[in-house]
């Protein structure tokens, strides 16, 4: 009964990193199967402008950028808050709880070792070039030891 609700509280407790932002062509992509329901991002919903019609929306977001506030409201939708969405629906009834990418975060790309068969994980340097990898290969801290 009450898990939609502590899943809500507990979302927007969250670090920014762990609340991370929704674009408006993901929404658009996952409402197409899903029919006239309140998507609900415990986040930032932000404008994409690789898409051109946004349809109808009820959107209920902690934050909705400028670009994506317009668009959605253009298009007929509404955007509500979570005290609002509280009052019409406590147990969540016709509603999509949505989530942006936690990995999509440049800092990920960076996570193991670089330089390693099979890692894919981009090194930290100032150009890509030649010497601008600080002795790489020859310490354990900058990238890999041989």
């Known amino acids: 009964k009450q898990w939609y609700q502590r899943r809500v509280a507990i979302t927007a407790g969250m670090s920014r990193q762990n609340r991370p932002a929704l674009s408006l062509a993901r929404i658009t992509r996952q409402m197409k199967s899903r029919g006239d329901k309140t998507v609900v991002v415990v986040g930032t919903v932000t404008d994409d402008k690789r898409i051109f019609e946004v349809p109808k929306l009820r959107v209920c977001a ?68 030649r010497n601008h990898e600080m002795a790489r290969g020859k310490r354990k801290s900058r990238g890999y030891k041989a």
């Open 62 to 129: 902690l934050r909705v950028t400028e670009g994506a506030r317009t668009r959605i409201i253009k298009a007929g939708g509404t955007i509500i808050t979570f005290e609002q969405l509280a009052v019409e629906s406590p147990l969540g009834q016709n509603t999509v709880l949505m989530q942006g990418r936690r990995n999509a975060r440049e800092a990920n790309r960076h996570f193991g070792a670089p330089g390693l068969p099979k890692t894919h994980a981009k090194p930290f340097v100032r150009l890509r070039s």
